[in-house]
T-cell receptor, first 118, second 115 residues
């Protein structure tokens, strides 16, 4: 129930196109869904995050779409650029049960290697 | 977001030895996390380190192999003990963000190769 499934494993998109990465989860207690971007040789960087009370969140060219009933969420990168070439990880976490403050550990997807070609 | 630094950035070690990785944050944080990421793979949480208490280890990770110290709110160390080639990996330090405890920010990682 803690698993987060991510697809595709790798993705090649032409410059200017839309990159779409999908994630699905089973645990309905999850209430926080971030996306991380990782360049080679670097640590993951928090890109954008969403909570289940909204179906979409947009920050610049990056949009998260969230479907609570289907237990799925996706990252859309509009006008994809070569600089977006990186590995993207989705993640999810649920509220802490004991302290009633904050969330438990993040459960990460398996990652998507995105390549934007000219 | 917090600025996180790790030392060393990379190392090559002989099997049977131990390596201590340092994580320094530019602001006080309650929770720090240590992850392992094998090449081309996802992130696996090793343990959660709170200041003033024993670290909490995830299934498959034990204190004898990965002892952790958390002496204050800006610093933590992870030791990889009695290393084997299977310990070759990237080790990442992470902290909770100021925007909320559910956000996490990662350091640049320590790339470890065990021969």
């Amino acid at each position: 129930q803690q698993q987060v499934k991510q697809s595709p494993q790798s993705l090649i998109v032409q410059k200017g196109g839309i990159s779409i990465i999908n994630c699905a989860y089973e645990n309905t207690a999850f209430d926080y869904f971030p996306w991380y971007q990782q360049f080679p040789g670097k640590g993951p960087a928090l890109l954008i995050a969403i909570r289940p009370d909204v179906s979409e969140k947009k920050e610049g060219r990056f949009t998260i779409s969230f479907n609570k009933s289907a237990k799925q969420f996706s990252l859309h990168i509009m006008d994809s650029q070569p600089g977006d070439s990186a590995t993207y990880f989705c993640a999810a976490s649920r509220p802490r049960l004991i302290s009633n403050f904050g969330n438990e550990k993040l459960t990460f997807g398996t990652g998507t290697r995105l390549t934007i070609i000219p | 977001s917090a600025v996180i630094s790790q030392k060393p950035s990379r190392d090559i070690c002989q099997r049977g030895t131990s390596l201590t990785i340092q994580c320094q944050v530019d602001s006080q944080v309650t929770m720090m996390f240590w992850y392992r990421q094998q090449p081309g793979q996802s992130l696996t949480l090793i343990a959660t380190a709170n200041q003033g208490s024993e670290a909490t280890y995830e299934s498959g990770f034990v204190i004898d192999k990965f002892p952790i110290s958390r002496p204050n709110l800006t610093f933590s160390t992870l030791t990889v003990s009695n290393m084997s080639p299977e310990d070759s990996s990237i080790y990442l330090c992470s902290v909770e963000g100021l925007q909320g405890p559910e956000t996490q920010y990662f350091g640049p990682g320590t790339r470890l190769l065990v021969l």
